[in-house]
């Protein structure tokens, strides 16, 4: 766990606490168990970039302030140099990188995510969350599952999806990269 993820569990926990949201009202909301939103808060585990995107709808704040701890302050525009987006812990070995945590407002939140190379025979592991999703392929290959659906994609495909659905990814033959972009 990064001091960053860290410093994100503790500012959803204080606002959540402010706003007189209990944990128990927050886990259901974001359609976790209270024993796995327990573990989100206390940093044990990593919260999902789509759980943190949830969570900040709910407490009606920019994802920004929970990735970075301060409010974002660009409403005009908003510059993000490569390699200089808000890194968000997700699972152990995958790069989320939000693009747009400086500014005020978005309306979707973009990440640019790099997924390790990981056996053949390895489980796609799925997710849930709002909303829908549009994955465009980087570079490398990987493996798409929406529900029952599953997809090989290559470098300038692309894939979009309703996220209420199970979904997940994994990379083939190497590592890939993408831009999600989950619409809030």
């Known amino acids: 766990m990064t001091e ?21 009202e927050m886990a259901g909301f974001v359609q976790a168990t209270p024993e796995q939103y327990q573990a989100y808060e ?51 070995g995958y790069n989320y990188e ?16 790099t997924l390790p190379e990981t056996p053949s025979d390895a489980p796609i592991p799925q997710n849930v969350h709002p909303g829908q999703e549009f994955n ?9 599952k929406v529900q029952d659906n599953e997809e090989i994609l290559d470098a300038g495909d692309s894939v979009i999806f309703d996220a209420s659905k199970p979904h997940g990814m994994k990379a083939i033959g190497g590592q890939a990269r993408f831009l999600a972009i989950i619409a809030v």
């Open 4 to 24: 960053s993820a860290r410093d994100i569990a503790q500012r959803v926990r204080g606002l959540r606490e402010d706003m007189g949201i209990s944990a128990a």
């Open 42 to 92: 206390s940093a044990a585990e990593d919260i999902p970039a789509s759980v943190l995107s949830e969570i900040a709808g709910k407490l009606k704040v920019d994802l920004g302030l929970l990735l970075k701890g301060e409010v974002p302050k660009m409403s005009v525009f908003s510059v993000t140099r490569k390699g200089r987006g808000a890194v968000v812990d997700r699972r152990r």
């Open 98 to 113: 939000n693009l747009v945590a400086s500014f005020h407002g978005a309306r979707f939140e973009p990440f640019l995510v």
């Open 136 to 144: 465009y392929i980087l570079e490398g290959r990987m493996r798409v």
